[in-house]
């Protein structure tokens, strides 16, 4: 990918031109090969807090001694705590209208799929079929020592692994952990062979999946609510929140 933008391009499309929807339609309309990455920005239309946001969840929890495996080993009382309290808050929650569109032009065929780091099931619940869930899912539990399968039920109830009597936990990725094998690497064989991969809602501050976006050859753009560190990489910058942003893109796209 070429890194040298024209600064004034960049600052034009970044600070609000309304031809920044009108481009981004463009590119899509154009694409053969069209990927999006979700970050917590596209969830927090359906209330689910933004983990670094000022109002997340961990302003007041430290993430670093919750969702980590030795928490988990060493702390079970507090992590199963934490993950039956995120499971429960999901329970009254559903998709956004985001989560619609983006499945509506999945079926449209305007992209091809959707690489997340949102553990909320919310792309499939609205119909998404192309989903790959790089950090995981909480809606499935698994024990940590078997990997035997397990209902959440279950976990809820704080019950122990059927098969071997081992601690339950979400099936997704705790701090330090590796990231999902197929996940990963269907979503960077996606993204290397796209025209066009679209950011939504993530600040892209964790690794690895933040460096995703610098892997195509094709164009790039970011839809967030802030700034971020890697805007000044990408061919359009709108900043605005999934929800309102997305509906004016849809009616653009016609």
């Known amino acids: ?21 009108g481009e981004l339609s463009l590119l899509m309309k154009k694409s053969q090969s069209t990927v999006i990455l979700t970050g917590a920005g596209m969830s927090t239309e359906s209330d689910i807090p933004d983990f670094r946001s000022k109002d997340g ?3 007041n929890i430290d993430p670093t001694t919750v969702a980590t495996v030795d928490a988990l080993k060493e702390n079970y009382s507090l992590f199963h705590e934490f993950y039956q309290m995120r499971i429960e808050n999901l329970e009254s929650r559903v998709p956004s209208g985001g989560h619609y569109i983006l499945a509506k032009w999945e079926e449209q065929g305007l992209i ?17 079929k192309e989903v790959y869930e790089l950090h995981g899912s909480i809606r499935t539990i698994r024990c940590h020592d078997c990997q035997s399968p397990a209902s ?8 122990r692994c059927s098969q071997c009597g081992g601690k339950l936990r ?3 990725v705790l701090f330090g952990e590796l990231l999902p094998r197929d996940a990963w690497e269907r979503a960077l064989a996606a993204i290397r062979q796209a025209d066009l991969v679209v950011v939504i809602g993530s600040s892209l501050q964790v690794s690895p999946v933040n460096t995703l976006p610098s892997l195509t050859s094709g164009k790039v753009a970011i839809i967030n609510a802030e700034e971020t560190e890697q805007d000044e990489m990408f061919d359009i910058v709108i900043h605005g929140k999934a929800g309102e942003v997305l509906p004016k893109l849809d009616e653009v796209l016609g």
Not at 114 to 124: C, E, R, S
Not at 152 to 159: L, N, Q, R, S
């Open 57 to 59: 969840w961990w302003r």
């Open 112 to 128: 091809d799929c959707v690489a997340t780091q949102n553990v909320d099931g919310f792309h499939q619940a609205a119909g998404s």
């Open 170 to 172: 979400p099936n997704l």
């Open 152 to 159: 959440i039920d279950e976990f809820v109830a704080g019950d």
């Open 1 to 21: 990918m070429d890194h040298g933008r024209d600064l004034n391009r960049w600052s034009r499309v970044c600070f609000g031109d309304g031809g920044a929807l």
